[in-house]
């Protein structure tokens, strides 16, 4: 069976090179394309929303961030990182999509494979790349020649079990580890590293240096990923793995991203506004004490449009991305009046009849008047 693909494009400020990448990625190499924007001002957003992309803006900072919000957007198999600032070639995107076809988890493009060079390099970060590779290798028991670079293809199923939450730029190392330390299977292919087109290298050696560093050093300490869930519970594993961006992505929260307008049904959302993190409830409450542990959830809030311009049929209704769960209110409220329906019966049943408590102590009252 074919797999299908989503081909996430992480952007921030990158008008230039997309300008010249985005016109060589053919539609019908993927099943979806998702453009994850960090907050771009240049005119990179409304470039692609021109090219008919679908626009993710992120609600969390961080380039790790912003991917685990489109991996939980796509509803592919396989999930294709691919940074359109001219570090990649998109012709190799078939050949990495062809791979994974194979078997593979995790695939990554490597410019330090015989046939491939990197022309974007300088000592510092090749020096970089080549000691933070031998360090997973050496680890995690890999044979990778490029650990780090983003242009690698994964099935999504995976990412989301092995809950990754690097929030920056640390983000593709740690596919690297954790697919390797869950004994999934991993391989390279060779890709070309042309040098960036435009833009400004978001990559600070040091800082981003030091979060590799202690990112590598937690996966091998702490990292123990859960058994494979049997083929039973995947349908609902992957539901519950779908819910919208907060701050700690690898745990579920009761909120979900949405998909479609409420009132037409269109799938052309554009994101316009991105609010603050907040505080939502399911129900009405005097204070937030009374929600408990959700009191302490704070999502970050999203304005999306039913874009006409993307679907002519579309109603341009603005709405709220992030939902409560449907079922919220049921498992919380009516479940527990539900448990104590049935211990009445319960009680009934036996003969001993249910007064509840202030019937109880009434009754008790009563028996001591009369002497009993």
């Known amino acids: 069976m074919k797999l299908t693909t989503t081909l996430l494009l992480p952007t921030l400020n990158e008008i ?63 999930i294709i990182e691919f940074n359109p600032d001219g570090n990649s070639i998109p012709d190799d995107i078939p050949r990495i999509i062809a791979t994974i076809n194979e078997g593979y988890d995790l695939v990554i493009g490597s410019c330090y494979r015989e046939g491939a060079k990197s022309e ?23 044979q990778y020649t490029d650990s780090l670079v983003g242009f690698r293809a994964y099935r999504r199923e995976q990412a989301l079990r092995l809950d990754l939450d690097a929030p920056g730029l640390s983000w593709p190392c740690q596919t690297s580890t954790r697919f390797a330390r869950a004994g999934l299977r991993v391989t390279e292919i060779f890709a070309h590293e042309p040098a960036r087109i435009g833009g400004k290298r978001k990559m600070m050696p040091f800082r981003t240096g030091l979060q590799i560093t202690r990112l590598i050093l937690r996966d091998f300490l702490a990292f123990h990923p859960t058994q494979e869930p049997a083929k039973e519970d995947r349908v609902a594993r992957a539901e519950a793995m779908a819910p919208a961006s907060i701050s700690n992505p690898g745990e579920r929260r009761p909120f979900t991203l949405l998909q479609r307008c409420k009132v037409c049904g269109s799938g052309a959302l554009t994101d316009v506004i991105s609010i ?97």
């Not at 394309?33 to 929303?49: F, H, K, L, M, P």
């Not at 993710?56 to 592919?76: N, V």
């Open 16 to 78: 230039d090179a997309v300008r010249v990448i985005i016109p060589q990625i053919r539609r019908e190499w993927v099943d979806e394309i998702i453009v994850v924007d960090g907050g771009s001002t240049d005119g990179t957003v409304e470039y692609a929303r021109g090219a008919g992309l679908h626009v993710h803006s992120q609600t969390s900072r961080g380039y790790g961030e912003g991917l685990l919000e489109a991996i939980r957007l796509s509803s592919c198999d396989v």
């Open 120 to 142: 974007d390099d300088d000592w510092l970060t090749a020096a970089g790349n080549w000691m933070f590779t031998r360090i997973v290798n050496l680890l995690f028991g890999t």
């Open 276 to 372: 603050e993190p907040q505080f939502l409830s399911p129900t009405f409450t005097r204070n937030n004490a009374e929600e408990g542990e959700l009191a302490k959830i704070r999502v970050a809030l999203t304005i999306t449009l039913c874009d006409r311009a993307r679907n002519p049929d579309g109603c341009g209704l603005l709405q709220l991305r992030e939902e409560v769960e449907a079922d919220l209110l049921y498992r919380r409220y009516f479940l527990p009046l539900g448990h104590e329906r049935n211990h009445a019966q319960r009680f009934a049943r036996r003969g001993r009849g249910y007064l509840g408590p202030a019937r109880s102590q009434a009754a008790g009252h009563r028996g001591r008047h009369r002497g009993e």
